[in-house]
């Protein structure tokens, strides 16, 4: 998938901006979570934690 629609295809979820940034960041940019931390000024694991909301959200939107 082009990086584009990789982003217009995260953006049609409608997440929070911090989850939609990190995954913006991680599966985009393809950016380490320490480095997407650095990017944004938040913890590595933080970035983590928004992840696997971000997936969960969209877990349960395509699950409906």
């Known amino acids: 998938m082009s990086p584009n629609r ?5 953006k049609s979820f409608n997440l929070p901006e ?9 599966d985009v940019r393809r950016l380490s979570c320490v480095a997407a931390g650095m ?4 913890t590595p694991d933080t970035v983590k934690r928004y992840r696997q909301r971000a997936y969960a959200h969209i877990a349960d939107e395509l699950n409906n």
């Open 6 to 10: 990789a982003k217009e295809y995260i």
């Open 39 to 42: 990017d944004i000024g938040i």
């Open 18 to 26: 911090d989850e939609e940034n990190v995954l913006l960041l991680l």
